[in-house]
């Protein structure tokens, strides 16, 4: 697919249970936010940040970018970039949902979920990267992947699949490449005017995943393997922590 048949769009909220503000706080001079939408500038021809905050939506517009006002009573980041795509009026074929809190992420994170849309089976794509602990692997907020043989998602879980059976638990990375899931999702279009209707499912409800509702309901996610962690801000003490590695 062509590079400008892409939109990236990067859901941001003001209000934070853990880091109210955080997508203006400042990481090494500059907004998070503005970070952010750098990072998939690098990528994207055509990137917008959603917000339902005016105060973002000034500073995007400030340092250059592009910026859609949404509602404030969203669900979820994909509702969000749902009514943003909508609002933006351009048509796209492919619309990339980009964290907001990852200043980091890699262009070729970017790169390998849109690679995935050359398959026109492909109907939503996102990002696995392998586990490199055992202990990472038990972190029930690191969720996992199961995949086919094809790439595509069997399931998610906060719980460590699959078991390895007759084998000590300490040494199942070696017998089993265990997949992290990294939330940066991909949709066609239509496909995402399809699933921001659906109601919640029962899998959904059960792991708190927002992608089991896709996979309950017939759609197909396929997996894209990279080599790059995330880091992604939660909380004052991530922002820290973000400080240090820059």
């Not at 339902?52 to 592009?66: A, L, M, S």
Request: glycine residues 6%; negative net charge; proline residues 5%.
């Amino acid at each position: 697919m062509e590079i400008n048949e892409f939109i990236g769009i990067i859901p941001a909220r003001y209000s934070s249970t853990r880091f109210p503000g955080k997508p203006l706080s400042i990481l090494g001079g500059k907004p998070i936010i503005q970070r952010v939408y750098e990072q998939a500038s690098k990528v994207l021809n055509n990137v917008c940040v959603a917000t339902d905050d005016e105060r973002i939506y000034n500073k995007v517009i400030e340092f250059g970018g592009n910026a859609v006002m949404t509602r404030a009573d969203h669900k979820s980041g994909t509702d969000r970039i749902a009514e943003a795509y909508e609002k933006i009026g351009k048509p796209y074929k492919v619309v990339i949902n980009i964290q907001g809190d990852e200043p980091f992420i890699h262009p070729e994170q970017i790169e390998s979920v849109m690679a995935c849309f050359d398959d026109k089976d492909v109907e939503i794509a996102t990002l696995g990267k392998r586990f490199t602990s055992m202990e990472a692997v038990q972190n029930p907020n690191s969720p996992k992947i199961v995949v086919d043989n094809r790439g595509f998602a069997m399931y998610f879980s906060r719980s460590v699949i699959p078991f390895v059976r007759g084998v000590e638990e300490g040494e199942w990375l070696g017998r089993y490449p265990f997949l992290k899931h990294l939330g940066l999702y991909a949709y066609r279009v239509d496909v995402l005017k399809a699933i921001t209707a659906l109601p919640q499912s029962s899998l959904e409800k059960a792991e708190s995943l927002e992608q089991l509702r896709w996979l309950q309901n017939g759609f197909r996610i396929k997996v894209a393997e990279t080599e790059f962690e995330t880091v992604g801000i939660d909380t004052p003490e991530d922002l820290k922590r973000a400080e240090e590695l820059l």
